[in-house]
């Protein structure tokens, strides 16, 4: 509801959704960074290990000679 006289109303307590509408572009922002850190996938320390696997090679050759 509109009202021309602010003084006619008074003081009324803004809702959380009125509270949370400044922070959106803040979180939107926060959530970007968040996403490019997960697909970055940061590791942390410097630890090595040297893995060891059998396996076998395979080629595939395709002739197409005519």
């Known amino acids: 509801?509109?009202?021309?006289?602010?003084?006619?109303?008074?003081?009324?307590?803004?809702?959380w959704r009125l509270?949370?509408?400044?922070?959106?572009?803040?979180?939107r922002f926060l959530a970007l960074i968040l996403i490019i850190l997960a697909i970055?996938?940061?590791?942390?320390?410097?630890?090595?290990q040297i893995v060891e696997s059998k396996g076998i090679d395979i080629a595939v050759a395709l002739d197409i000679s005519g």
């Open 19 to 27: 509270l949370m509408r400044g922070s959106l572009p803040v979180l």
């Open 40 to 48: 970055a996938r940061p590791q942390i320390g410097e630890a090595r």
């Open 1 to 15: 509801m509109r009202y021309a006289y602010n003084l006619l109303v008074g003081d009324q307590r803004r809702s």
